[in-house]
T-cell receptor, first 113, second 117 residues
Framework: ELKVEQNPLFLSMQEGKNYTIYCNYSTTSDRLYWYRQDPGKSLESLFVLLSNGAVKQEGRLMASLDTKARLSTLHITAAVHDLSATYFCAVGRLMEYGNKLVFGAGTILRVKS | GAVVSQHPSRVICKSGTSVKIECRSLDFQATTMFWYRQFPKQSLMLMATSNEGSKATYEQGVEKDKFLINHASLTLSTLTVTSAHPEDSSFYIC?????????????FGPGTRLTVL
């Protein structure tokens, strides 16, 4: 059974600081996603990582994937208050009936000014 | 483009009643739609995968007789929570995969907050 673990589950940061969220998964996957969720809202897609060594950046967020270690990271650079949200990683698996996503528990990020 | 809507956005019902939630792809056709459940401060759990015109595939531990899924058209899937109980209170999110898009493309709806009293 595919398991996806995120840590930390809660992260309180000062504005301007850097930090990394980690996402480990238990079996081989076909791709890795990062999503953002604001309170009471649905998911906003941030990144899709397809291959070993993939790195993508958007603003203050950068995601990377190491398929050999089964690890993805979401790095936050010089955090700002607007980044406060819950961040999920999700692993895509090809199943006999189609594709499915298995989500990590999520990381609640609070950026303090 | 690629908008998925859900209706209602919020519903409160009494224990024992049934509630229907709609998921629509507004500007594309979706052969496959997914239903997720998210309890407060927890992650999303896939409940079922529905394909237009065929029976839904339910994840292990999800009661198919309690969570009825109908995907009668390429733009609409419905989830009916039958005989709802307080433990069914949750945030239900659907997503839709465009028929003409990549196999992994998936657009999420805004979610439906269900509260069972």
């Amino acid at each position: 059974e595919l398991k996806v673990e995120q840590n930390p589950l809660f992260l309180s940061m000062q504005e301007g600081k850097n930090y990394t969220i980690y996402c480990n998964y238990s079996t081989t996957s076909d791709r890795l996603y990062w999503y953002r969720q604001d309170p009471g809202k649905s998911l906003e897609s941030l990144f899709v990582l397809l291959s070993n060594g993939a790195v993508k950046q958007e603003g203050r967020l950068m995601a990377s994937l190491d398929t050999k270690a089964r690890l993805s990271t979401l790095h936050i650079t010089a955090a700002v208050h607007d980044l406060s949200a819950t961040y999920f990683c999700a692993v895509g698996r090809l199943m006999e009936y189609g594709n499915k996503l298995v989500f990590g528990a999520g990381t609640i990020l609070r950026v303090k000014s | 483009g690629a908008v998925v809507s859900q209706h209602p956005s919020r519903v409160i019902c009494k224990s024992g009643t049934s509630v229907k939630i709609e998921c629509r792809s507004l500007d594309f056709q979706a052969t496959t739609m997914f239903w997720y459940r998210q309890f407060p401060k927890q992650s999303l759990m896939l409940m079922a995968t529905s394909n237009e015109g065929s029976k839904a595939t339910y994840e292990q531990g999800v009661e198919k007789d309690k969570f009825l899924i109908n995907h009668a058209s390429l733009t609409l899937s419905t989830l009916t929570v039958t005989s709802a109980h307080p433990e069914d209170s949750s945030f239900y999110i659907c997503s839709a995969r465009p028929t003409s898009g990549g196999a992994w493309t998936q657009y999420f709806g805004p979610g439906t907050r269900l509260t069972v009293l």
